[in-house]
C-alpha cells in the first residue's frame, strides 16, 4: 500500500440528512459536529444540525441555502477525519476541491478549525445578501464535443472536467437556464447543483473585495500534512490571503492533481457527503482497488468506515 489520501469535495455535494445516521451512532462523529454546531450556533443563532436533520432520512428537499450548506459540507467533512482517525485511519496527504480545499487546510493545522468555520458563516452570510445570483452545471456527455467557446457565447465558463463524461460549468442564472434549455432540446443528461452561485467563475468576481476583507486578520500557519490543492494544481505548505480567494475562484483541477501526484498504489478515501471524488477517481485512474467512499445517500457509513479499516490494516505491509 502506497500513500493515504482523503478526500474533500465542496458546495453541490450536500444533501439533507448527510451523516445522519452515523450522527446517531458514533460517538466521535456527533462529538464533533456538535461541537462545530456550537459554534454556528453562537455567531448566527441557527443550529445546522436541527435544519439539516429535521427531516426524514429519505426526502427529496433540496439542501442549497448557503447559510446552512456552506458550514454543514465542512463539518460532516472534518466530522468524518475525525472518526476515521480515531479508528487510526492517519492521511499522508490531502486533496482538497473548492469548499472542501478549506476543510483539508483545518485538517492540516494551516487555520484553526474554529477561526475557519467563522470564516465560512460570514462567506456565507455575505453571499446570501449580495445581489449575486449564479448556479453551476454538471454535464454529463462526451467532453470532446465541446467547444469553450459554445459556453462563452452565453457567458459561462467551464470550471472542472471530471472525467471524459462529466464536466461543470458555472455562471450566472440566466444563462444557466439557457444552457438548461438548450441541452433538454439536445437530449443530454445534465445535473443543475444545488448551488445559487456560480463558484470559480466571473459570476463571483464583484464578491472580491468584500471576501477580502473579511479574510484580512485570519491566521495562517504551516501545514503539518501535504494539502493538495485542486484551486493550484499543487501541493501547498504555506498559504496566502490572496489563495484564500483562488480556492472560490479558480478552476477546479481534481482531475489534473490526480494525475500528477497520486500512484497506482495510494489509497483514496473519500470525505465527503456523496462520494463524488471517489467516483471521478475511479474513472480518472482507471482501478476500483484503494479507493473508498465514507458517505452516501443510504447511510452506510459505519460499514464504509468498517471496510476502509480492515483494507488499510490488511494492506499495511504491501
Given amino acids: 500500500m502506497g500513500s ?28 464533533y459536529m456538535r461541537y462545530l454546531d456550537d459554534i454556528v ?18 426526502t427529496d428537499k433540496i439542501f442549497d441555502n448557503i447559510i446552512f450548506t456552506h458550514p454543514a459540507i465542512c463539518m460532516v467533512e472534518y466530522s468524518m477525519t475525525k472518526t476515521l482517525n480515531k479508528r487510526r485511519i ?8 473548492s469548499l472542501g480545499e478549506y476543510t483539508a487546510m483545518a485538517v492540516a493545522g494551516v487555520v484553526d478549525i474554529e477561526e475557519l468555520m467563522l470564516m465560512i458563516i460570514k462567506q456565507a452570510r455575505l453571499l446570501s445578501q449580495s445581489n449575486i445570483s449564479g448556479g453551476m452545471l454538471a454535464i454529463i456527455d462526451d467532453f470532446s464535443r465541446y467547444q469553450k467557446s459554445y459556453f462563452e457565447r452565453i457567458g459561462l465558463q467551464i470550471i472542472s472536467v471530471n ?8 455562471g450566472d442564472r440566466n444563462s444557466i437556464d439557457k444552457l438548461i434549455d438548450d441541452l433538454k432540446g439536445k437530449n443530454i443528461t445534465y445535473f443543475d447543483l444545488p448551488v445559487k452561485y456560480g463558484f470559480h467563475s466571473s459570476n463571483i468576481e464583484p464578491f472580491y ?9 485570519i491566521t495562517l500557519k504551516k501545514a503539518k500534512i501535504p494539502v493538495y490543492s485542486c484551486s493550484q494544481c499543487r501541493p501547498v ?22 494525475q500528477k501526484y497520486v500512484k497506482e498504489n495510494d489509497v483514496l478515501i473519500d470525505v465527503g457527503p456523496q462520494g463524488t471524488l471517489a467516483g471521478f477517481s475511479k474513472k480518472i485512474l482507471n482501478r476500483t482497488s484503494g479507493i473508498f467512499s465514507t458517505m452516501t ?14 483494507y488499510v490494516n490488511n494492506n499495511k505491509a504491501n
Fill in 41 to 58: 450556533i453562537d455567531e448566527t443563532g441557527d443550529s445546522v444540525i436541527e435544519y439539516m436533520y429535521n427531516e426524514p432520512l429519505m
Fill in 297 to 310: 445517500l443510504f447511510n452506510q457509513e459505519q460499514k464504509a468506515i468498517s471496510q476502509i479499516e480492515d
Fill in 90 to 97: 492517519i492521511p499522508d496527504g490531502l486533496i482538497g476541491c
Fill in 209 to 217: 473585495d468584500v471576501f477580502m476583507n473579511e479574510v484580512a486578520d
Fill in 4 to 31: 493515504k489520501y482523503f478526500l474533500y469535495s465542496g458546495q453541490g455535494s450536500q444533501y439533507m440528512n448527510m451523516g445522519k445516521k452515523l450522527y446517531m451512532e458514533d460517538e466521535t462523529f456527533s462529538k
Fill in 163 to 170: 472525467h471524459n463524461s462529466h464536466f461543470i460549468v458555472s
Fill in 237 to 258: 505548505s504555506e498559504y496566502t490571503k490572496d489563495m484564500l480567494w483562488n480556492v472560490v475562484r479558480n478552476n477546479i483541477m481534481y482531475r489534473e492533481v490526480l
